[in-house]
Each structure stands twice: as C-alpha cells, then as structure tokens.
C-alpha cells in the first residue's frame, strides 16, 4: 500500500493545471476559429426562414425539447404516440435566447472548464503518483484522466439522441489533442 507522503500534494500542480487549461483553450480556439473543421457538424433546416417564422410564433422559451414526447409510459405505447412518431418528423432541438449569438459567456464557461479538467487530471496523477515521476508515466495519468474528461461523455450524445457520428468522432479527436496537450504539460511541469 502506498504512503499518502509520497503523493503530489495540489500545491504542487497549481502551474501545470492552469497553464495545460490555457494551451487547451488555444488549441481548441485554432481549431473551431481557424481550422474550421466543425463547420459540417450541423445542417441548415430547407426553407429556414419559413421555419423560423413559424417555429416564433409558437413564443417557445429557451430549453431542450422533443417531439413527438409522450407524456407517460402509457401514452407511449397507445396507437396515437405510434402514429405520430410513424408520420414524423421526430425532432430534438434547443431552443436558445433571441438576441446576438456573443461568445464571450461561452468562452468564460469553456475556459473555466479547461481548468476544472486539469485539476481533476492533477488529482488522479498526484495521488497516482510521486514527486519522481517520470514524464511518461505522468502523462499517461493525466492523459487517461483528461481524455475521459473532454471525450468520455460524447459517445452517448451519438448512441441515444442522434447526433451525427461524425460530429462525434471529430470531438472525441479534439478531446485526444486537449488531452495530449494536457498530460505533455503536466509531464514537462511536473515537480521533480
């Protein structure tokens, strides 16, 4: 059994943690500003001016919606929830604020989140491991750890709501870059 003294202690890690948060937040930056390879994870709706119109007379707030959405177990397995869901179209979608789409709020939340995987790739690594670690070790331990992070909770979006594998699989390639980029700098700053 390992000695709690010979773990990396938080105070440690404060550099690694905030400067692998600020490489994420560039790198993934480039990626969706720069690179642009994201631009085909959505489709533009045919006739979308008509559908807005419509779709804002209906004065629906902000929020995660479906239809058709039964409203019990039992509406769910009658004949009319079947026929509806026959007919279609079935539709999940958010609804988000009228108004500019500002980034600013976004980018605050993005890069708050950063930080909060980098201290959670601090944790497992630190109570893995000691202040001798070598590079490799540590960065596989922050690697897993991130990785799982920015990528563990994607594959779901794809398995049970739809959304397009492709869009999948590029995010869970950007969360392999943030990942990498998140153990190389716990690996190079790692207290020795």
Request: net charge positive; charged share 20%.
């Given at each position: 059994?390992?000695?709690?003294?010979?773990?990396?202690?938080?105070?440690?890690?404060?550099?690694?943690?905030?400067?692998?948060?600020?490489?994420?937040?560039?790198?993934?930056?480039?990626?969706?500003?720069?690179?642009?390879?994201?631009?085909?994870?959505?489709?533009?709706?045919?006739?979308?001016?008509?559908?807005?119109?419509?779709?804002?007379?209906?004065?629906?707030?902000?929020?995660?919606?479906?239809?058709?959405?039964?409203?019990?177990?039992?509406?769910?397995?009658?004949?009319?929830?079947?026929?509806?869901?026959?007919?279609?179209?079935?539709?999940?979608?958010?609804?988000?604020?009228?108004?500019?789409?500002?980034?600013?709020r976004n980018l605050i939340l993005w890069f708050i989140y950063?930080i909060v995987v980098s201290f959670f790739a601090a944790y497992?690594a630190g109570r893995a491991l000691d202040r001798h670690a070598?590079?490799?070790?540590?960065?596989?331990?922050?690697?897993?750890?991130?990785?799982?992070?920015?990528?563990?909770?994607?594959?779901?979006?794809?398995?049970?709501?739809?959304?397009?594998?492709?869009?999948?699989?590029?995010?869970?390639?950007?969360?392999?870059?943030?990942?990498?980029?998140?153990?190389?700098?716990?690996?190079?700053?790692?207290?020795?």
């Open positions: 059994m390992r000695c709690f003294a010979t773990m990396t202690s938080f105070s440690e890690l404060w550099l690694p943690i905030l400067l692998s948060g600020v490489f994420v937040f560039l790198a993934s930056s480039i990626i969706h500003m720069v690179l642009a390879w994201h631009k085909s994870d959505y489709r533009k709706i045919p006739n979308e001016d008509k559908f807005l119109d419509v779709t804002r007379s209906f004065n629906i707030p902000p929020g995660d919606y479906m239809a058709p959405r039964p409203g019990s177990r039992d509406e769910m397995r009658s004949p009319e929830f079947a026929e509806k869901c026959k007919k279609g179209p079935m539709i999940m979608m958010t609804i988000f604020p009228p108004g500019s789409m500002s980034m600013g950063t497992v070598d590079y490799l070790e540590v960065f596989r331990f922050a690697g897993v750890a991130a990785f799982l992070t920015y990528a563990g909770a994607l594959w779901p979006m794809s398995i049970w709501y739809r959304r397009a594998w492709s869009a999948t699989i590029k995010a869970t390639i950007d969360g392999l870059i943030y990942a990498c980029l998140t153990a190389g700098t716990f690996g190079w700053l790692w207290p020795r």
